[in-house]
């Protein structure tokens, strides 16, 4: 057990902090070929440190001692510049990643939109309550009752509601506050978890139940209430498993709501309690912030702006951002998706929105997820836009960037993108 294999340098590391300790050389390499660094460094931390010197400071060359936490990682999975924009505590994913790929995107590069860093969570101790006024049998859960209930797999995308942000600045000229997006704070996964109204219904819902607030057990807690009417359809869930795999550790795990076609904050990660309430509920996450502000908005208090409930409807091409072709004939792909049905088609731009011709979509095109779709042209040397545009079943069309109306904190954007392509 422990037996971590450390390398040279490590090893040299630790042998100077159990120095520092006053371990012996002997019960030093014991320690380390019984039991690993651990036990070294748990020893260590028994035994008395000499006070360090004051006067010395230690020289610059010192290897890092293995004492010293790594940095705090604000993301627990790796996201490589490669495949991810870093964002801070979120990461976007590159959507021209996804042009050689298949309609799901993998759990290893879904994009990562935490308030705080990750929460590690012990699938042992965790719990799930669903209690409040609203109930009339409250419960409690643990993750084996959870996996035993009868279960629902469907495929369903969640998107950040500032998906798309920076195009506040960059086509609108008017900024937004949040992290720049571009627009891969969406991805499309297979799910599988129980109906967050089978657990409605074995709690006793009551008839006068108005709202319902899942809470993470994040730093901050992040809370977002929704209306009974979305916790009891067919598709909103408690996820513990994603794309065949458990939730990892970045999306929720043990445990999250899935509130397809919703703004991603209703999509509660690491959750643990469920508030059913015959009163309307808030927390910062529907009063201050996934509301909107600006001059087309009007308070409704205590929220400062209507508050957001669907996504928009939006389409990108799986390119760079801006993108370098080169002349000739080309082939690009991309995903459209709306939170209202299915889509029911993407045209292409290739002169800023005048004209615009058929895409063909490709593979699955499911309801709350979204669509592939791909584009043949000939790209001719210069500078060039794409600019797709999604159509929804419901007759829903994506509109152009002036008609695009603006809020302080950027949510919601859902005009067509042009994409910018150098052509050589
Ligand atoms: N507990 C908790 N749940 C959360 C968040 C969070 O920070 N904490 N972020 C929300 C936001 S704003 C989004 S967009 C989605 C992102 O889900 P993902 O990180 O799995 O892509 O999770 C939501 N659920
Ligand atoms: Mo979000």
């Known amino acids: 057990m422990g037996a971590e294999r450390l390398n040279e340098p490590q090893v040299e590391a630790l042998w100077n902090r159990a120095q520092m300790a006053g371990m012996?050389?002997?019960?030093?390499?014991?320690?380390?070929?019984?039991s690993g660094a651990t036990a070294v460094l748990m020893a260590c931390?028994?035994?008395?440190t000499p006070p360090p010197p004051v006067t010395t400071p230690p020289p610059t060359t010192t290897p890092p001692a293995t004492t010293t936490p790594p940095p705090a990682r604000l993301i627990y999975k790796p996201i490589p510049e490669q495949f991810f924009v870093p964002l801070g505590t979120n990461a976007e994913m590159r959507f021209e990643d996804m042009a050689s790929r298949q309609y799901?995107?993998?759990?290893?590069?879904?994009?990562?939109?935490?308030?705080?860093?990750y929460m590690f969570v012990d699938a042992k101790s965790w719990q799930l309550s669903i209690e409040g006024d609203g109930v009339a049998n409250p419960f409690m859960m643990n993750y084996d009752d959870l996996l035993k209930m009868p279960a629902t797999t469907l495929t369903r995308y969640v998107e950040c509601a500032g998906n798309g942000r920076s195009f506040y600045t960059?086509?609108?000229?008017?900024?937004?506050?949040?992290?720049?997006?571009h627009l891969g704070a969406y991805g499309i996964a297979e799910w599988t978890g129980v109906l967050l109204s089978d657990l409605l219904k074995r709690a006793g819902i009551k008839s006068n139940a108005v709202d319902v607030m899942p809470i993470g057990?994040?730093?901050?807690?992040?809370?977002?209430?929704?209306?009974?009417?979305?916790?009891?359809?067919?598709?909103?869930?408690?996820?513990?498993m994603m794309n065949g795999d458990l939730l990892p550790v970045d999306h929720g795990f043990p445990a999250r709501v899935l509130t397809p076609g919703w703004v991603g904050v209703a999509n509660v990660k690491w959750v643990t309690k469920i508030i059913v309430s015959t009163t309307p509920l808030y927390s910062d996450?529907?009063?201050?912030?996934?509301?909107?502000?600006?001059?087309?908005?009007?308070?409704?208090?205590?929220?400062?702006?209507?508050i957001l409930t669907n996504q928009t409807m939006k389409s990108a091409i799986c390119l760079p951002f801006p993108a370098t072709l080169s002349a000739g004939p080309?082939?690009?792909?991309g995903y459209a998706w709306s939170p209202f049905g299915?889509?029911?088609?993407?045209d292409i731009s290739l002169d800023g929105g005048s004209t615009f011709q058929g895409a063909t979509l490709a593979g699955p095109n499911i309801e709350r997820a979204g669509t592939r779709w791909q584009f043949s042209f000939t790209a001719q040397a210069g500078s060039m836009t794409i600019t797709p545009r999604a159509t929804d079943e419901k007759g829903n069309v994506q509109y152009p960037v002036p008609q695009q109306k603006w809020n302080q904190q950027g949510y919601i954007f859902g005009a067509m993108v042009p994409h910018p392509v150098t052509v050589v």
């Open 217 to 240: 057990m994040d730093s901050t807690q992040v809370q977002r209430p929704m209306p009974v009417a979305k916790a009891m359809e067919s598709d909103t869930l408690v996820a513990y």
């Open 342 to 346: 299915k889509i029911s088609k993407v």
């Open 45 to 48: 931390a028994k035994a008395p």
């Open 285 to 306: 996450k529907n009063t201050t912030s996934y509301v909107l502000i600006g001059p087309d908005y009007q308070p409704q208090p205590p929220a400062l702006g209507p």
């Open 170 to 181: 960059s086509l609108l000229n008017k900024p937004a506050q949040g992290g720049q997006w």
């Open 104 to 117: 799901l995107m993998p759990n290893s590069l879904f994009f990562v939109r935490s308030h705080t860093s």
């Open 330 to 333: 080309q082939n690009v792909a």
């Open 24 to 34: 012996s050389r002997r019960k030093f390499l014991v320690l380390l070929a019984g």
